[in-house]
């Protein structure tokens, strides 16, 4: 495992590019994108303002750079340097801004969500779709790019509507029986829609793309509902994280729930590993201290606790709102073998199941909250970060945790995974880093490895 | 009762007597001070009476003192102290033998008196000592009833306690409950008072963002716009349509073939999985029939008339089964049968299973009753004896392993082809089988054959010493007839070579050689199975020309050893016959024929070995 140098970074906005070969990241109002795999400059370019948010568009072809408080949009292109394009929303606002699957359109939401509009970089023509819904995940694109789902909100209703992205017509509009719909997310194969209601009540509907509801799903009434969802990437099963600290797992065939994921503070089945991080204690010489002395974060390692275990958990606030409960992060491996998942009240546990004998398989646990973890969209290997200067991996073969070298602290914030999953962004406050991983016999050991226990 | 006894008069000491005698024997409440009380009564009351008596009569008052002693007398019945009166006025006379009767009597009394009191004091203490156990008990008693009192007191005071408690709690679930269901009316008023807010809210809020709305974007806003170089071309390189009915005619159809496409995708899938499910399930059915069908006949000479019929059924179905076309019928027609079946033979096959486990645990029963000791005998027998096998298999598993060995050595020198040994090495276990079935076959036949050469070697000598007696006979007759010796040889030859049909060999040469020729073409030359066969035959006594004869014929058969056909044993045999009949039955051609066949075949098969070896 090879470390690059550490590169200035702002607003954690660093993005690979779908592609692969590049990689984008912005130091205050400059946008640096970069060769992959030599980190060599390849294009500097200057927006006006401090930049909030960056997207490359799905050919990588263009970068979207957003100043929500200047409510501009700048675009540039990697082909042609000089090419620029610049959106300004005006009087009326920013605050979202994305690519169309096609990376020929912008859609921009307007502030107080008044509407959104549709700019094309191909022709002159402006479209505004409007009553779009200020919620978790109000828009969604299908996986093939060809239809947008979108929440909207008229008359005290919820409704979505489906959109062709070629041509921005409307081809459903239905109206659903959600209280206050909390989001909206389409299956990878684009066939079927889930739409979740507010916190307040479980509720989970699935349309078909005709707009028929196919189903609707309530585990519990009177709780707090919904805290995220999933789609595994075969469209084979539904994970519904809820406040109760369950994920519920639902199929695609009858849309009835297969299994009940709970996350229970205490581990007492002998088959579940349980490897906790464990601070390895510096090795002093007898004679001499160390000068200068060692960084306060010393080097931790992973030890397999023995079963029963217990993990540590989190007395939640119930009466503030959203309470630190419920499972709240969810995703599943690439081949949809495994999902990880956090538990919001445990926050230092890192729970990946086995999705195909549907229980429990390992937990991780850490000596500091999780902050975000993701899988590597090649193979099922999960890096977690904790907001320490360490990176921890997990495949089926182990688990390991990294230091990331170099001197000062480096709090990893954030990670993002390169395409090949041959090498992982590592996000601090204002800096960011590359981690290589070797590719070859360790990874063909893990996949052999998962094949063995499968 | 002691105050009342000191009021009594101790000048009537009967009276007192009695009473006392009376209240102790009525009134059972025996007390220490009563009775000493009596005691001390009684004791003083004899004094009293005493000195009462002595101060009684004076010298003065004799007279009066007897007449009132009279007096008293005749009142308590006692005889009169005076004689009877013999006339009027005469004096009364005392009556000395009557005052003396009257006295004894008084003294018999007395004693009875003071005997009774006595029995009556005794009955006193003992009642006393009576009175007070019983009233030790009785107080006990009392204080015992005094503690069960108190304790009811307390429980009962518990018991209202907690039924007070009780009614508390009652109603404090009954104020839960009733504060429950005011609650829920709040949250529920306020629910709704919430979400008529919100919607309020939110009209408002539309309306507001209708005005922005209207304010922010019909006003014309030269800042929103969109400052592009130069437009880029469309990312699929086609020009932008219209937006016209066709489009969207198109878009609707693009969407259903979308949709179909995923439900066909979907079905593929399911009739895919549903095509290995029904393999399985054919399989498993096959399985289960070929399980059960065996036992078919067990259960009916059970007359097991229900299990019976349902195999039979089982029957049909496995006939039903076979066609393959079933299973492409849709699994509406089949489903029933199917299912039938299969919970038909899935019940025969619990039952089955049940019936086992039943003598299974009647086995174990029955292995409990047994002794111990025997049990271990026998297994310890059973070990020895797998232990032996054991090491028997290892042995024939080491000298196959030689044998595979030295093929190899001799196949293969090469250190490159040791590695190829692995890949033939099943071949050539499998042949080694082969061979030794072969080798096993050739022995047993080679055996069946040395026991007739045997039979026929012994036979022989008998023939021969018939023969020689014969000829001795013949010779003595001859010799006696006087006739020429030498001309009697020669016929003598001549005959012989006749009788056996060979021109010009000895006869028992022949037979030697007859003999030899066999056994010389199994064994190909192989020095052991000769020798084998020398030795295991008899000391008869052709032994010694068969073996000078081997070495001749060795020499022949050694140029072609597998040419050598049942013709050629024929004539030999034919000319035998006549001498013998079980001679030739002894050696048929058939067996001699198989014998050579395997030998041949041992030969190819080693010629094709060697082929086949790198």
Redesign the interface.
């Known amino acids: 495992m090879n470390f690059s140098e550490v590169f200035r970074l702002s607003g954690l906005l660093c993005r690979f590019s779908p592609d692969g070969k590049y990689l984008a990241s912005c130091v205050q109002y400059r946008l640096v994108v970069r060769d992959a795999n030599s980190l060599q400059i390849l294009q500097l370019y200057t927006c006006l303002d401090q930049i909030q948010h960056v997207e490359w568009s799905a050919d990588s072809l263009f970068i979207l750079c957003a100043m929500y408080k200047r409510g501009l949009v700048q675009v540039w292109s990697l082909e042609q340097p000089e090419w620029h394009c610049k959106i300004d929303e005006g009087s009326a606002g920013l605050v979202a801004s994305c690519w169309s699957p096609d990376g020929r359109h912008i859609l921009n939401t307007t502030e107080f969500h008044l509407r959104i509009t549709v700019w094309s970089l191909c022709t002159k023509s402006v479209s505004y779709i409007k009553y779009p819904k200020a919620c978790q995940q109000g828009i969604t694109f299908t996986r093939d790019g060809r239809y947008m789902a979108l929440a909207e909100r008229r008359d005290c209703k919820d409704y979505v509507s489906v959109f062709v992205c070629s041509d921005w017509q409307l081809l459903r509009h239905f109206d659903t029986d959600t209280q206050d719909l909390a989001g909206v997310e389409w299956a990878p194969n684009g066939c079927v829609l889930a739409v979740w209601d507010t916190c307040l009540e479980y509720k989970v509907l699935l349309y078909s793309l005709d707009g028929r509801l196919l189903s609707a799903f309530c585990a519990y009434e009177w709780s707090l509902g919904v805290k995220s969802v999933a789609w595994s990437p075969s469209s084979q099963f539904l994970a519904v994280g809820s406040y109760d600290g369950k994920v519920r797992i639902l199929n695609h065939v009858t849309w009835k729930m297969i299994t009940e994921l709970g996350h229970p503070a205490a581990i007492s089945n002998p088959k579940i590993v349980v490897y906790k991080e464990a601070q390895k204690s510096p090795k002093l010489g007898l004679g001499h201290l160390p000068f200068p002395p060692p960084r306060a974060t010393s080097e931790s390692k992973y030890e397999i606790a023995s079963v029963p275990a217990s993990l540590q958990t989190l007395k939640p606030l119930t009466d503030r709102a959203n309470p630190k409960i419920g499972v709240g992060m969810l995703a599943f491996s690439p081949d949809s073998y495994f999902l990880a998942t956090r538990n919001d009240n445990v926050p230092n546990a890192v729970w990946v199941w086995d999705m195909q004998k549907l229980r429990l398989f390992v937990v991780l646990e850490q000596l500091s909250p999780v902050r975000s973890f993701q899988w590597d969209p090649q193979q099922p290997r999960l890096a977690i970060c904790t907001g320490g200067s360490k990176v921890y991996l997990w495949s089926p073969a182990g688990c390991a945790s990294v230091q990331v070298p170099g001197e000062g602290d480096f709090p990893v914030l954030s990670l993002c995974w390169h395409c090949s999953g041959d090498s992982l962004a590592l996000l601090s406050k204002d800096h960011f880093c590359l981690c290589f991983l070797e590719t070859g016999e360790g990874v063909g050991l893990a996949v052999r490895q998962r094949d063995g226990h499968t | 009762m002691g105050d009342w006894m000191t009021v009594t008069d101790p000048g009537l000491s009967s009276e007192s007597k009695t009473l006392s005698q009376y209240t102790s024997e009525t009134k059972m409440s025996p007390s220490s001070l009563y009775s000493q009380q009596v005691l001390c009564s009684s004791i003083p009351l004899s004094k009293n009476v005493h000195s009462f008596f002595s101060a009684f009569c004076t010298e003065e008052n004799i007279e009066q003192s007897i007449s009132y002693l009279d007096q008293e007398l005749t009142t308590f019945g006692f005889p009169s102290l005076y004689e009877e009166p013999k006339g009027k006025e005469t004096k009364r006379e005392l009556n000395i033998v009557a005052v003396l009767n009257c006295m004894n009597e008084l003294l018999v009394l007395q004693r009875k008196n003071l005997l009774a009191q006595e029995n009556v004091e005794t009955q006193n203490l003992k009642l006393g000592s009576d009175m007070d156990h019983l009233q030790n008990c009785y107080t006990k008693l009392k204080e015992q009833l005094e503690a069960s009192r108190r304790e009811m007191i307390g429980l009962q005071e518990r018991d209202r306690q907690l039924q007070c408690k009780n009614r508390n709690l009652h109603q404090l679930l009954k104020n839960e409950k009733d504060e429950v269901q005011k609650l829920q009316n709040i949250i529920a008023s306020r629910a709704t008072q919430y979400n008529h807010d919100?919607?309020r809210k939110?009209?408002e809020y539309?309306k507001l963002?209708e005005r922005?709305?209207q304010l922010?974007?019909n006003k014309k806003?030269?800042?929103?716009?969109?400052?592009?170089?130069?437009?880029?071309?469309?990312?699929?390189g086609k020009r932008?349509?219209w937006?016209t009915g066709k489009?969207?005619a198109r878009?609707?159809d693009?969407?259903?073939k979308?949709?179909l496409n995923?439900y066909e995708y979907r079905q593929k899938q399911i009739l895919m999985e549903n095509a290995e499910l029904k393999k399985v399930l054919q399989q498993m059915k096959k399985e289960m029939i070929s399980l059960l069908s065996p036992q078919k006949k067990i259960p009916r000479e059970r007359a097991d008339d229900s299990a019976g019929t349902v195999i039979s059924d089982v029957e049909e179905d496995a006939g039903e089964l076979s066609r393959e076309s079933m299973w492409d019928l849709s699994c509406e027609t089949v489903r029933e049968q199917l299912t039938n079946s299969i919970r038909k033979q899935w019940r025969i096959l619990k039952s089955h299973v049940e019936k086992l486990d039943n003598q299974v645990s009647k086995v174990q029963l029955e292995g409990f009753n047994d002794e111990d000791v025997i049990s271990r005998q026998d297994h310890e027998q059973e070990t020895e004896k797998l232990e032996l096998e054991i090491q028997q298999c290892k042995e024939m598993i080491k000298t196959q392993q030689q044998l595979l060995q030295q093929q190899l050595a001799t196949a293969c020198d090469d250190d490159t082809t040791s590695l190829l040994r692995d890949c033939y090495l099943l071949e050539e276990k499998e042949r080694l089988k082969e061979e030794w079935s072969l080798f096993k076959e050739q022995k047993k036949n080679f055996e069946r054959e040395r026991r007739s050469f045997t039979e026929a070697a012994i036979r022989l000598g008998l023939e021969r010493k018939a023969f020689e007696e014969e000829r001795a006979s013949w010779l003595k007759q001859q010799f006696l007839n006087m006739t020429t010796f030498d001309h009697q040889n020669s016929e003598n030859v001549k005959l012989f070579s006749a009788f056996s049909g060979s021109s010009d060999q000895d006869n028992l040469g022949m037979h030697s050689r007859q003999q030899q020729k066999k056994p010389q073409s199994v064994s190909n030359g192989s020095p052991v199975c000769t020798s084998k066969l020398t030795k295991s035959l008899p000391a008869s006594p052709s032994t010694s020309d068969f073996c000078q004869m081997r070495s001749c014929v060795s020499e022949h058969s050694s140029i072609n050893v597998l040419n050598i056909t049942p013709e050629e044993t024929k004539p030999n045999q034919a000319g035998r016959e006549c001498t013998n009949q079980k001679w030739s039955v002894a050696s048929r051609p058939g067996s001699q024929e198989g014998c050579y066949s395997g030998c041949s075949l041992t030969y190819t098969n080693s010629h094709v070995e060697k082929d086949d070896l790198p």
């Open positions: 919100m919607k939110e009209r539309n963002k922005l709305h922010v974007m806003d030269k800042k929103i716009a969109m400052d592009v170089l130069n437009y880029v071309g469309r990312a699929d932008g349509s937006r489009t969207e878009n609707e693009e969407m259903y979308i949709l995923d």
